[in-house]
């Protein structure tokens, strides 16, 4: 069993900047889909952003050029910068991976962004 321990989340005012951490227990990143997503209230579970194994990366159109998501192997960690933050990025943010016959989910991280 894989687990994901998401780090970072808080508060911050719009435009400001974040750094999520999610950190495997095994080395499966270099090997699988890593993604973020996202859940505000009342919402449905999206996408922002994946890496995959090969470093090739997606993102939602809402977090283009302002989010940047990143891998590094040697700590078996994948990150979320997320810069100029605005309001409606406001949610619990999850990180999952998943590959040949496994999908693992994090616990999830609050991110707030208000004035």
């Known amino acids: 069993q894989v687990q994901l321990v998401e780090s970072g989340g808080g508060l911050v005012q719009p435009g400001g900047s974040l750094r999520l951490s999610c950190a495997a227990s095994?080395?499966?990143?270099?090997?699988?889909?890593t993604g973020w997503y996202r859940q505000a209230p009342g919402k449905e579970r999206e996408l922002v952003a994946s890496?995959?194994?090969?470093?090739?990366?997606i993102y939602d159109d809402s977090v283009k050029g302002r989010f940047t998501i990143s891998r590094d192997n040697a700590k078996n960690t994948v990150y979320l910068q997320m810069n100029s933050l605005k309001p409606e990025d406001t949610a619990v943010y999850y990180c999952n991976t998943k590959g040949m016959g496994f999908d693992y989910w994090g616990q999830g991280t609050q991110v707030a962004v208000s004035s």
């Open positions: 095994t080395n499966i990143l270099g090997f699988s889909i």
């Open positions: 890496i995959s194994g090969r470093g090739v990366t």
